[in-house]
Structures are given as C-alpha cells and as structure tokens.
DNA sequence: TTGAAAGCGCTAACAA
DNA sequence: TTGTTAGCGCTTTCAA
C-alpha cells in the first residue's frame, strides 16, 4: 500500500506538505506542488478513508436510508438514489446504503462514525426514525415531508401543487367531474404523507373550481381495472381522471383509453409519474412528472450545504410541471 | 464521543480488554465479560469505523456497483440491491454504492481503503471493469456472467437453464412454433450476456424437441405491441410464447390474451420476471421466477466467504423453476 | 513556505 | 486471564 509517507519521500518533502498540498489549506510553492503531484500520480497514492477519518473526523460519506421494501414505486425510488448518488459526488461524497428501515440502523451509522450525514427517505408522521434523528449529533435530511413538528429539513416534490396543477388542467380541457386514481388502499391507509397531500391539492382545486372530484385507492396491480369499473360505475358522468399510481398506471390507462373509444364522451388523462415511465405508457400524452432524479439531487445539495455550513435546515418542495399535450380520448 | 478508553476506565479494565470482549478473539472470565458489556451499553459505545479499520486494515464494507442507468430491469437491479444489502448485514458488512458504472470508481474505493472487496453488476464480456478488477487486490464477484477468461468469481440466473425449462413447458402444452419475445434491440445489439443465454437455451431446446424457435427483440414501451402483431403477423402458427422484458411484459401479455381470445388457436405465454412482476399481469398464471433477490444474497455470501477464506472463488449459477400453470388462452 | 510531532481511536503483538 | 504499548496513515498545531 502506497502512503503519504512514500509520497513525501519520493517528493523530497515532509508528510504535512504532502497532505496540505491535497488540502489546499496552505500556501504551497509552484514547485513543490508540482514535485507533490507528481509524486502522487506516480505512485498511485489515494490516501487511506479511515486513517483520514480518524485524524479529520469527517469521513466524506453519507448514509441513505432507502425503502427496498416493496409496496413502493420502484422506479422514483432507483430515480432518488441515483439522483442521490450522483450528486454526493459531486460534492466529494460517497453513500453507504443502509437498507433495514429502522432508527438502529441509523443510530449505528452514526455513532460508529461511519458517516458525516444522513438522508432518510420515505419518512411518515410519526416515524420513529424522526426522533432518532433528532437525537443524534449528525445532521440529516427528510426526503418527504412528514407532518409534525418538522425540526429536521425536508426535501421533496411538492404533491399538494402538482394535485391543483392536474385539477386546472383537466378544468381547462372542460371537465367537470374529476377522479383521482391514487396510491394503493394501503398506502393511503397508512395516510402516507404524499398521498394525503396529493388528495388534499385535488380536492381543494375541485372545491375552487366548482367541480366535483373524488379520491380512490387503486391497487398496483392488473386489479386496477376493477377500480377504474367501480368508478365508472358509480358515476358514469366522471370524465377527467388524474392517475397516482405507477404499478396501476399502464393497466388504467389502457381501461381508460379504451372506455374514451367505445363511451359516450371524450375522457382526459393526466398521469403523475417520472417522465419516462409516462413515454412508455400508450394513449397517454398529459402528465405532470415526478422529478425523482432532482429531488434526490436537491437533498443531497441540501445536505452538503448544511455540512458546509452554507445553509440552514429548511423544507423545500420542487414545483410541479406539465408535459405533454392533453390525451383527450375522443368517440 | 465515547471511546474505548471510557468503556475502559467504567469497566476498570484495560482497553485491550475491552478490545477482545467485543471481538472475541481472546478468552475472557465471565466476571469481565458482563462488566464491559454493561459498560458498552451504559455509554452507548460503537467502536469508531475509521479507527477500526485503520488498525485492524479491514474496513467491513462491501463495494456495490449497481447499474443506476435506465434501461435496465428495475425491479430486478433492486431486488439484488435488496438481497446484498439485507445479506451483507448478515454477515456484519455495510454497503458503499458506487454509482458510476466506471473502472475509476472501482479503484478509487479500492485503493483508498473504503471497501474490504467489491461486488460488480452488469458486467458485459468485454467490460473493461474486469482488468481493473484483476489488477486489484481486494477480491471481487461479478453478479453477471460475462464470457471469456473469467478470471474472477461470478454469481448469476442459469438463463440458459431457463429458456430450456420454458421450451420444455410450452411443448407439453402441445404448442409445436414458439416465439421468445426478448429484450430491447439496443440490449440485444450488444450482446448482453443473459441475452445471449437466454436465446441460446431457447433455441438449443427447441432442436432439441424438434419444434421451431425464433427469438425477436422487443421495446420496453407500448411499441411492444407491434413486435407481438409483427410476430404473428410473420407467422401465424406461432402459438407458444416466451416473454422476457419486464417493461413490455404487460402490453405482450394483453395483446396475446386478447388474441387467445379472438385467434383461431389457443396461445400460451410463459414469462421470465420477478415473481410479483408476474402477479400484477392479467392472464398471465405460467412464469420463471428471476430469483433477483437470492441472487444478491448468493453473491453477498460468496464474497464474504473469500474474504473469510472460506470459499475458493467459482461460477455459481442458480437454477430456474416454474411457477403456477399454464396460462393457455382459451378461444 | 516548509517541517516536526502530537494525537485521532482502535487492534494485536508482546509481556506478565 | 489480563495489561502495556507500538503502531495503523492521516490531519493539524506549533515552530522555524
């Protein structure tokens, strides 16, 4: 193993040129610098993680605790991390990935310095995860937004926005009754935060509109379908629907396209997913994209600014966006 | 921050002491065994990772590299995250993800000392990762099977195994032309090795049983529906088909249901995707699980029995199984 | 502009 | 069965 020691020798200076040259937290001659460096590239070094962690205290990683669990949407979920991996980067950090989804996890990552920060994401109200963090000395990042005391900072996509955006546009498009195809009967259940603020923007933009709107859970599965007839059914004059739901996304839609065809009046789709899942998915043109990738990116940002001291702690919502042109499905 | 030394001086003992109660590697009297222990608890010490891994030259991390790009399966890249992770721990190692699929990353935590070996997806034959992977002295698996040399330990799907097994499936069922609705042109194009695997069991068995094969590649989008209408289209007598392309999957699947439905001739598909991937498609009983989960955990063991110098390193390739019936589509 | 040296918190000889 | 102590490779203060 190269170390800092056979740098400074093959340079002809001392360990503390060595490492200052790598810091920038000195004047180093031109030349020295130039003999450091060379020295460095020619021998291969990368000083060692843990040798420097112990003498900075600071290790340049940061743990992310993401849902591997299943009930989530795969896709946002991969579109966060690699927002979040990317971007630690390029700020000089590294991720360890914790995977169990409990506080211990954290708690260890923390005090076994393993880590400068944390990021936790699918965080509900009463997560226990949050009065962890709030214990710790490190500091963290929410991606997501629990409601409640909110002493840690929050980084996500603003739902209750993107559910008004959905209502003015299928408004626009002349609809006057409003479905919202949501996020599976368990996850609503559990009043996941984005859930309850997505259906909260909907409803109060059809309240603001004068239109009706309602709110039903739909599973991820083929069993969507039913869902879609159940609604249907019940109020056969409902003809803009906003789908939340990316496992039942494909299935609804190709319901939903095929009842615009056959029925009585033209229906509209908007879609909420990541801007790729919406481009696979036929028949489908509207839709207001989760910035899975920046999200994660905005956290991660978030985060370094706050171990920079550059910032402080605050919740920040990612404005929603509309794509596309209306997929109105005409007779 | 607490330290050995302060477990040390509560317990009134030495800090080697305390050393070996946590690792074990010396006999302790039980009498200074509970007294260490209830002082590590009382403190809530966690040794210092960077410390740790600077004396003992280990660091207990693992290296991922995961695929984050699009394009790839994801479902399945997070069910062999999630299998990793969750082994890893088992095995008392955390998990460092390096998200760009370059050699430098690989190196960088190498030679830094951030990771004990690393753990590569989506290795391609002539992926240069491997070179540096040789060249490195921290050992490493590929989770992937690329052909040439193999010089380093690779863990994966036996997909070959795989199009036989579905081969053999479909030709019970009586259907004597078969189609594999495979992945991606751009997937295909570069000779993905599971691609190549999977294709090549298919065709090999069905000579074998003496029917006739043909392999297309397919969009992972609603195009996918064109490649099913341009199969059928080529020749009608295909009627036993073979799906892998998790993307596609749903849209295949209905428009072969619905041609069950409407042909002249009953079809059967067989799938190859996670399991719960094909729970959610409609009409669609008769899969080959892609165990993507055992497959990380597979890997994570194998490298943490080199590492332990338990395991000389080898090809390990898990075996396919069938699930559910048949879903032949009755006219 | 540079060097010497004191730790950072731990492991693992070596000693007792 | 336990303690003493010499590093592990780096950062950073203190001196020059």
Redesign the pocket.
């Known amino acids: ?1 190269v ?3 056979d740098v400074a020798q093959a340079a ?6 060595v ?2 040259v ?2 920038g ?5 031109q ?3 130039v003999r450091v460096e060379h020295a460095i590239d020619k021998l291969g ?1 990368s ?2 993680a843990g ?2 962690s ?3 205290r600071s290790t340049n990683v940061i743990g992310l605790q993401a849902p591997l669990r299943s009930g989530v949407d795969v896709h946002v979920v991969m579109q966060i991390v690699t927002g979040v991996v990317t971007q630690a980067r390029k700020h000089g950090y590294d991720i360890l990935l914790l995977a169990s989804d409990d506080a211990k996890a954290l708690e260890r990552a923390a005090r076994a310095s393993m880590v400068d920060a944390l990021l936790v994401m699918d965080v509900e109200s009463d997560d226990p995860r949050i009065d962890t963090l709030t214990g710790l000395e490190h500091p963290s990042v929410l991606i997501g937004l629990p409601a409640g005391r909110r002493a840690i900072p929050c980084v996500d996509f603003d739902f209750e926005a993107a559910g008004w955006l959905a209502v003015d546009r299928l408004v626009a498009l002349g609809h006057r009754r409003l479905a919202l195809i949501g996020s599976p009967p368990e996850v609503m259940a559990r009043h996941t935060s984005y859930a309850d603020r997505l259906a909260r923007g909907f409803l109060a933009a059809c309240e603001a509109s004068g239109v009706v709107g309602t709110v039903h859970p739909c599973p991820s599965s083929a069993d969507a379908i039913d869902t879609v007839e159940a609604v249907v059914a019940g109020d056969p004059a409902i003809t803009g629907f906003f789908v939340h739901n990316e496992g039942a996304l494909p299935h609804v839609a190709a319901r939903l396209v095929e009842l615009g065809r056959t029925g009585a009046q033209p229906l509209s789709i908007v879609a909420l997913c990541p801007d790729d899942v919406a481009r696979s998915v036929p028949g489908l043109a509207d839709s207001i994209a989760v910035p899975a990738e920046a999200i994660g990116a905005a956290a991660t940002d978030m985060i370094c600014e706050i171990l920079a001291k550059a910032a402080k702690p605050t919740v920040r919502l990612l404005p929603p966006a509309l794509t596309g042109n209306a997929s109105t499905t005409r007779k």
Chains 1, 2 share one sequence.
């Open positions: 193993m170390t800092i020691a002809g200076v001392s360990i503390s040129t490492s200052y790598m810091s937290k000195r004047a180093i001659s030349e020295t610098r070094f000083p060692h040798a420097r112990l003498a900075s």
